[in-house]
């Protein structure tokens, strides 16, 4: 059974950094296109950073960034400990929202409805 766990959420001032993580299990990290999403009050959910799946025998190393979102935003994994990490610096009121972990077949930024496998979501407040 797939199964997303996120954790990491919380208040945090505008200038901060935090650092959400995602615990996988039911299945092995590589063989899922992987990332992060993240819905703000009143907007649609929308990608912000995605790990493709195994390609054969090749792992792909490069992610895929929201592009407003690169130099401020890293996805990492430890694909051992079936995490996905991703640190948020310099963050930004407009950053609020619920972030969220999920897998799929493909890594879409802009479709997030192609994703199959969903966490619970981590709430993320900026805020002075």
């Known amino acids: 059974q797939v199964q997303l766990v996120e954790s990491g959420g919380g208040l945090v001032q505008p200038g901060g950094s935090l650092r959400l993580s995602c615990a996988a299990s039911?299945?092995?990290?590589?063989?899922?296109?992987i990332g992060w999403l993240r819905q703000a009050p009143g907007k649609e959910r929308e990608g912000v950073s995605c790990?493709?799946?195994?390609?054969?025998?090749?792992?792909?190393?490069?992610?895929y960034y929201k592009d407003s979102l690169k130099g401020r935003f890293t996805i990492y994994r430890h694909s051992a400990k079936k995490m996905v990490y991703l640190q948020m610096n310099s963050l930004k009121p407009e950053d609020t929202g619920v972030y969220y972990c999920?897998?799929?077949?493909?890594?879409?930024?802009?479709?997030?409805?192609?994703?199959?496998?969903w966490g619970q979501g981590t709430q993320v407040t900026v805020s002075s």
């Open positions: 999920a897998g799929g077949s493909i890594c879409a930024l802009r479709m997030p409805s192609l994703y199959n496998y």
């Open positions: 790990f493709s799946r195994r390609d054969g025998t090749t792992v792909p190393d490069n992610p």
């Open positions: 039911g299945f092995t990290l590589e063989d899922y296109a």
